[in-house]
């Protein structure tokens, strides 16, 4: 080779008290090369790159950036050596402008005039047109991530890690960025790209290094391997896809119509006219990017916000004024997306969690006094049927993975038997076994004559369970389609195409 | 370097070990600023710890530790109850205040018949005032979202001038030469909250007390309204999401801790006190936060430590007489009592770790 490799990782290791998060892991990233960081939830991907961009200090092993020794001691160093890295979670500030949050995230940032030519220049060059003097506030999560990369590539970077880029981007943004990267990647420079979505993978990467449990336990050409063969690699063991088994779709059980409602929160999306109709043993997957509206529609449907009587309306019967209790006792339950706070309570066990939602369907209490034993029995229930790793009950819920806490969320309600369960962002951050049992739950109570509801930003997830799909696209809800004649394109465009964002000519 | 670490689960010894520690802690600084002021640090210790349990003069300083405990018991706990959930009640000492002007109020109206109910109304009476005063916090803040730290804090003082203006008019004793100051209700039988049994300090407020503490404890332990209490305090949207309605919540708890506030000022203006006057309240409503605190808010905890600052209150005042102790010092002290318990309270959650930091 004429040249040696951008970076060398050889024999990483680090580990944290109880767990090794990266056994051995080595990897070359070579000039002008886009390769794939691929492994679940926990594999030890993070703690890879955050040894890279020196967050995080290896126990041992060394790194080796274009044949000299590497060993960045923070962020800064690592960017002075032409590391540049776009997070998952954007930290930006909504109140300021995009020229300004760039400004602030700079060493010497220069005058502001001089910046935002500079921030217009890059943008228009990599197809990422982005107005500098907009306010981050009133940005897409499209837009915000493209504020992320233009502060890396102000920096002229060697090496762009991107950690799991897509999880906030419509299909259209989606092809939007991946020319970039493929633009970057032709004027050299090289790409460590974070993700589990495969399909992604094959279609951008040039090499990937397949992590699990920590360990490296492979590297193929992406391009010239099966989704299911890396997919296989990533989980370790042969993917078990959730059985479907036709349904019959009975009578309409819970219908919405003409529903509007204020967010509560500041920053939240007020739902506008939404209509929609579930039936029995139908699951409805309800898609869209992040922020438009997704939890005030699980809220709305749990009862937490409550809403004209008649604009939601179980079996017949208005149900928009019922409290979250009143909704239970009929057999509407829910799972929210945030499990820490919001579908659980941190610091309680996890037999005050059951009794959470499961006081009224399980009777769990009698003249409003505590069944102790009886809430126990019912966690035990839910560790049991649902495989939750945990040494019992008594545990605080934050002790557990986020993977083995959403288990116990979504056991905890499918244990109830519902007529109609909304969950929100079921598999989110779980690894792949869990995320298939979970998927299997929800399949298997469709089955069993329940209509679902499965609000997700996981178009497989989407694809792979539901009979219909409609979008959520800043308020509005697309009319639902039957989920099997839809393709890429198309589910794109009801997720609002690529949020009026403009591609560069 | 040091730093702290977020344990996964709290530590059960460390929540049972800090109240220990931090009165062991106490007494070592305290003792410190003891020898620095020139008084004799062990001496002094044991005069505020010691004495009034076992001195010499125990036998009339014990049942003033019921006298000045019960109090604190009985307001901690209905504290303790919206402080669970986040609920801010720090205007107990108005409540006192009001309860113990319509329980005194009532008694007063009939003087003087003497009858075997004019008590129970009285006392029906302290905690309806009581009940009543903490209400305007809890429907401005249900209804138009005002603080209930501010609202409830500033009554306090509206409370005291109502006070006094009741000493000096609608409740003055028109026997009493003049002299601010109501009837003194020791002297009226049906009215009087006398010792059950002589000599021991033991009055209808430490029974209420401790009827307090144990319906307090089955309230958080065994009850829906306990649990949604303490869920509202730790995770307030997953409250919302088990169907709790905040607004109630927020009338109960501070309804609950105002009425258990004018109890104590009922019992307190009946029995100790025996008059209302313009210098009734001496902050037992302000003590009491620190006694809800000093005791985890667990009912339990809060009757030890109503005990504790019961203690330090008359061995204060002992040291004060005996060994010419600045009053200042012994506020101090007790300053320093919380202080410790609300700092080593993190090591709960916390742990202290030695080393470089890094990034999870």
């Not at chain 2, 005063?133 to 009554?155: D, Q, Y």
């Amino acid at each position: 080779m004429s040249h040696p490799p951008l970076l060398t990782l050889s024999g990483l290791t680090k580990a944290y008290p109880g767990v090794v998060a990266n056994d051995q892991v080595s990897l070359t990233i070579g000039e002008g090369e886009v390769h794939a960081l691929l492994g679940e939830n926990g594999a030890g991907k993070s703690t890879l790159v955050k040894m890279i961009y020196g967050l995080v200090k290896p126990d041992s092993g060394t790194m080796t950036l274009r044949g000299t020794p590497y060993e960045p001691g923070e962020p800064r160093e690592a960017r002075a050596d032409g590391i540049a890295m776009v997070f998952q979670h954007f930290s930006l500030f909504d109140a300021l402008n995009v020229a300004e949050n760039i400004a602030l995230g700079m060493e010497n940032p220069p005058p502001m005039r001089d910046l935002a030519a500079r921030i217009r220049e890059v943008s228009e060059a990599y197809g990422l047109p982005l107005d500098p003097f907009r306010t981050v506030g009133d940005l897409s999560a499209g837009e915000r991530q493209r504020v992320e990369i233009i502060r890396c590539l102000l920096q002229d970077p060697k090496l762009l890690i991107m950690d799991e880029p897509t999880s906030v981007l419509t299909p259209q943004e989606v092809e939007i960025l991946f020319q970039t990267l493929r633009k970057l990647k032709s004027e050299g420079t090289s790409i460590l790209y974070i993700s589990h979505k495969l399909e992604e993978i094959r279609a951008l990467c040039d090499h990937a290094t397949i992590l699990r449990l920590g360990k490296n336990v492979g590297e193929c050409v992406p391009a010239e391997t099966s989704a299911r063969d890396m997919a296989e690699l990533m989980v370790g063991t042969t993917l078990q896809t959730p059985e479907r088994h036709a349904r019959d779709v009975g009578e309409v059980i819970l219908d919405i119509s003409g529903l509007s409602v204020a967010s509560p929160s500041e920053f939240g999306t007020a739902l506008k006219n939404l209509h929609l109709t579930v039936r029995r043993g139908e699951i409805l997957g309800i898609g869209g990017v992040a922020g438009n509206g997704q939890d005030e529609l699980l809220s709305v449907l749990s009862g937490e916000i409550t809403t004209a009587a008649d604009a939601v309306k179980f079996d017949g019967k208005a149900i928009g004024q019922m409290g979250p209790n009143a909704r239970r006792a009929l057999g509407v339950l829910a799972a929210p997306e945030e499990r820490l706070g919001h579908a659980a309570a941190p610091d309680m066990s996890l037999t005050e969690n059951a009794l959470l939602t499961g006081a009224a369907r399980e009777g769990l209490a009698q003249n409003g006094f505590l069944k102790w034993g009886a809430a126990k029995e019912f966690a035990e229930t839910i560790i049991k049927a649902f495989d939750v790793r945990t040494p019992g009950p008594a545990n605080a819920a934050r002790s557990l993975s986020g993977g083995n806490l959403q288990k116990f969320v979504i056991g905890r309600e499918v244990l109830q038997r519902p007529e109609v369960l909304v969950v929100n962002q079921p598999t989110w951050g779980v690894d792949a076994a869990a995320a298939a049992a979970i998927r299997q739950a929800l399949l298997d109570l469709a089955a069993g004559g329940a209509a679902v509801i499965c609000i997700s930003q996981d178009l497989d997830e989407l694809m792979e369970i539901s009979d219909n799909f409609a979008a959520l696209n800043e308020g509005r809800l697309s009319a639902p389609r039957p989920a099997v004649d839809l393709t890429v394109d198309e589910i794109g465009l009801m997720m609002g195409g690529s949020h009026g964002m403009e591609v560069a000519h | 370097m040091i730093r702290l670490e977020k344990r996964p689960q709290p530590s059960r010894a460390w929540s049972l070990a800090t109240p220990l520690v931090a009165v062991l802690a106490t007494m070592l600084f305290g003792g410190v600023l003891f020898a620095v002021l020139g008084k004799d640090p062990v001496e002094a210790i044991r005069t505020i710890f010691w004495e009034p349990l076992f001195g010499e003069f125990a036998f009339y300083y014990r049942p003033q530790l019921l006298v000045k405990g019960a109090p604190l018991v009985l307001i901690a706990i209905g504290l303790s109850l919206g402080f669970r959930a986040g609920i801010w009640n720090i205007g107990a000492e108005g409540q006192y205040i009001i309860g113990a002007l319509t329980g005194a109020g009532v008694g007063l109206a009939f003087y003087p018949m003497e009858a075997f109910y004019i008590f129970p109304l009285m006392v029906l009476a302290g905690a309806l005032g009581g009940w009543a005063w903490a209400m305007i916090p809890a429907i401005l803040k249900t209804r138009f979202g005002t603080n209930e730290i501010l609202v409830s804090l500033m009554l306090v003082y509206v409370a005291e001038q109502l006070l006094a203006s009741m000493s000096l008019g609608l409740l003055k004793n028109p026997e009493g030469f003049g002299f601010p100051g109501s009837r003194n209700l020791q002297q009226y039988d049906s009215a009087h909250n006398a010792e059950l049994i002589a000599g021991t300090g033991m009055h209808w407020g430490v029974v209420a007390a401790l009827i307090a503490v144990i319906f307090a404890y089955v309230l958080l332990n065994r009850h829906m309204l306990g649990f949604q209490i303490r869920l509202t305090g730790e995770a307030p949207r997953a409250a919302k999401f088990a169907g709790v309605n905040p607004p109630r919540l927020i009338l109960f708890c501070l309804g609950i801790s105002g009425a258990l506030a004018g109890l104590a000022g009922l019992f307190e203006v009946a029995g100790p006190a025996g008059q209302v006057s313009i210098d009734f309240n001496v902050g037992y409503g302000f003590t009491a936060i620190i006694v809800a605190f000093l005791g985890r808010l667990h009912p339990v905890g809060i009757l030890l430590a109503g005990g504790l600052m019961a203690l330090t209150y008359i061995g204060g005042d002992i040291a004060q007489g005996n060994l010419g102790l600045p009053a200042a010092a012994i506020q101090v002290f007790q300053g320093m009592l919380l202080f410790f318990l609300l700092a080593l309270d993190l090591l709960t959650n916390y742990r202290i770790a030695i080393g470089k930091p890094e990034a999870a």
